[in-house]
């Protein structure tokens, strides 16, 4: 299996930008398409951007499109997370996600989350 790890969360003021990472370990990273998602307290987790396995498809939520670009390297065996124009409520743990199947409804490998907190 890959293991997976967020970076990148933190405070932000609204209109501001973060980018997230998360670097994988263990299996070859090219293998797998990457997601981001998001939680906000209470509920369900969101799907946020993911993008296959060589960067060839992408495809962004509808609520963070035009302003979140989700990349990867896959020399570094890492995904990112662009994001720009924040706005509040952005705010949520944010976790990257694994699967061989871009087209997958699930994912079973998960990262433990990057906290972000977008200020008004």
């Known amino acids: 299996q890959v293991q997976l790890v967020e970076s990148g969360g933190g405070l932000v003021q609204a209109g501001g930008s973060l980018r997230l990472s998360c670097a994988a370990s263990?299996?070859?990273?090219?293998?797998?398409?990457m997601g981001w998602f998001r939680q906000t307290p209470g509920e369900e987790r969101e799907f946020v951007a993911k993008?296959?396995?060589?960067?060839?498809?992408?495809s962004h939520a509808s609520s963070v499109k035009g302003r979140f670009t989700i990349s990867r390297d896959n020399a570094k065996s890492t995904v990112y997370l662009q994001m720009n124009s924040l706005k509040p409520e952005d705010t949520a743990v944010y976790y990257c996600?694994?699967?061989?199947?871009?087209?997958?409804?699930?994912?079973?490998?998960w990262g433990q989350g990057t906290q972000v907190t977008v200020a008004s």
């Open positions: 996600a694994a699967n061989t199947d871009y087209y997958a409804k699930t994912y079973a490998l």
């Open positions: 993008i296959g396995r060589n960067a060839g498809v992408t």
């Open positions: 263990g299996r070859t990273f090219s293998n797998y398409a």
